[in-house]
């Protein structure tokens, strides 16, 4: 996960967008965490929301430390902090 983390930071400080930063790690070699985000942007483009989508990751993974990032994320994107 280090190196996920790693991998969306960079693309977030060039500019890119969440969703697209996601879709990266998705066709990225990191192993079953790529499986899992492309399971994420797979029920985004189905139709469920960011939130929704990201909630159901956490729910999948059931990890204390995801479960960290992902309300991380969320509190950045809903109060427009930083990622």
Do not use: C, W
Not at 2 to 17: D, E, I, K, N, T
Not at 27 to 41: A, R, T
């Amino acid at each position: 996960m280090p190196y996920v983390l790693r991998h969306l930071a960079s693309l977030l400080s060039a500019g890119v967008g969440i969703a697209e930063a996601m879709l990266s790690v998705a066709n990225s070699d990191y192993g079953v965490i790529s499986e899992e985000f492309e399971l994420i942007v797979r029920d985004m483009r189905g139709g469920a929301s960011f939130e929704e989508a990201l909630t159901r990751f956490e729910e999948r993974m059931a990890s204390e430390n995801i479960s960290r990032v992902v309300k991380q994320i969320l509190r950045a994107v809903k109060f427009g902090g930083d990622l």
